[in-house]
């Protein structure tokens, strides 16, 4: 059973991952960045041509930042090794329903109903096993694809508000700076690498 893992982001992952960026131009996830809809193999084969055009360097590069960026969450299973706490099967289904959805109005009570538990007690074994309270679980997952899609993307803050599952740009972006410590204007010249 799967387990998610967050770690924070140290300067040498930025670095990391601005250098993949550019080594890697259009390698952006162009029809969708709906799981169900990239994750098909017609565009793993196109993904795959892409990989045999690069250069022999690039591709080692590539492959030595990737190894270096899993390497860490590596080190985090291995240290958490021991640890006997399972993610139930629904609260695995509600995660990846949610990271599927976040552009819809996704409430606690339509997970819990998913779930076929209480809304009470879904929201306290999410808790337990995901350290977020169901809500509190969505706005940092939209936060985190708003924080994809302003990296790479054009799409303007109302386009991505609305894509990441807010209706109000204002309220986006209060949530936006509460997570982030950043608007999302700052977000984005902070991390405007072209």
Do not use: C, W
Request: charge should be positive; glycine fraction near 2%.
């Amino acid at each position: 059973m799967r387990q998610p893992l967050k770690l924070k982001a140290t300067e040498l992952t930025i670095q990391n991952i601005k250098q993949l960026l550019s080594i890697n131009p259009n390698r952006k996830i162009y029809r969708s960045d709906n799981p169900i809809v990239y994750e098909q193999n017609i565009y793993y084969r196109e993904y795959q041509e892409l990989n045999n055009r690069q250069s022999d360097a690039v591709f080692m590069q590539t492959q030595g930042i990737l190894l270096q960026l899993l390497s860490q969450f590596l080190a985090l299973v291995d240290f958490k090794k021991g640890s006997s706490s399972k993610i139930p099967s629904v609260i695995l289904d509600a995660i990846r329903f949610i990271q599927i959805n976040l552009s819809a109005d996704i409430k606690v009570t339509y997970l819990a109903k998913r779930a076929n538990l209480q809304a009470d007690y879904f929201s306290r074994i999410f808790l337990k096993h995901s350290g977020e309270r169901p809500l509190q679980y969505i706005q940092a997952r939209r936060i985190e694809r708003a924080q994809y899609l302003i990296v790479t993307t054009d799409l303007p803050f109302s386009k991505i508000a609305e894509v990441t599952g807010f209706q109000d740009i204002h309220y986006f972006f209060k949530v936006f700076k509460k997570q982030t410590q950043m608007t999302p204007r700052e977000y984005a010249l902070k991390n405007h690498f072209v």
